[in-house]
């Protein structure tokens, strides 16, 4: 099983769709009420991950494949998880609108009440103006991305990074994976974003430690193997671990924000590759 304190929720695809160019279009080109439309279906969806009443479709206004999809316990657990880490949606504003030659898509950047950065919330039309997916992504890009991408990956030279920074990092790696509670970092402001304080409790990391522990025995090696950006949203730190109980290796990531501040952290099978969050090659076992 996985451990994970991660406020990096992957998107939810509701729908797939082929890939195809886009363009952009005129907003103003657009009628207004279409616009509304699409705006309040992305809103009052993310909105109601609180309390699970989403907004009721119809042929008249969704594709039938899409109908199912969206009221699928796929859509009910991914909001769940939006609202635990996230909070409540508070506000969404319509960046630009792009033609794939068989959807329109509305992207907007999102905002919600516990975490500082701008998610993105997608809506899909056909041509005949029924919803035909919806999507969520954990950062916002303002380049377009295809709903299973994200923004090149390039990796930092250690020797450029500030040395506090990495001993830091380090220090978070050995305090989250050992079970004593008295030797956790104190989060705050200056060294963590405001999601993963208020998602991420001591009793969390005692929970999952005594877990971990029971299955795979102390954390006993761990060394840092990279360290990776994308230059708008995420600096990455790979570890590479070792733990008592097990011959395999892992990876332990640590994802900061572009000022350092912890965002999340998280367990996984070590590849030598760095994949991003469920993208991983399914050659092995998830331990």
Known sequence: MKQSFFLNLLFLVVINFSTAQVTEINKDSIDSDL????YRFAFNTYNACE???FPILNSEIAT????????????????????KAYGKLTKISL?????????????YKAKYERIERFTEIRVYLNKENKFSGITSKSYWYNKFYEWNENATITRIKLDSLKKDNIEKTSDFVFNSFNCDKEKFIK?????ATKGLILFLSNKELIEACEKREKELGKLVEFNLSEVLTDKENRILYRYKSKFYKSDKSYEILVTCDLNNRFMGIFRRDWFDEFYELNQEPKTNKEQ
């Open 95 to 107: 960046s630009e609108i792009l033609n794939n030659n068989s959807n329109l898509i509305f992207r």
């Open 64 to 83: 039938e494949h899409f109908m199912k999809s969206y009221n699928s316990q796929k859509m009910i657990s991914h909001c769940e998880s939006i609202y």
């Open 35 to 38: 616009v509304s439309k699409a």
């Open 51 to 53: 309390y699970g009443n």
């Open 187 to 191: 989060l705050t402001e200056e060294n």
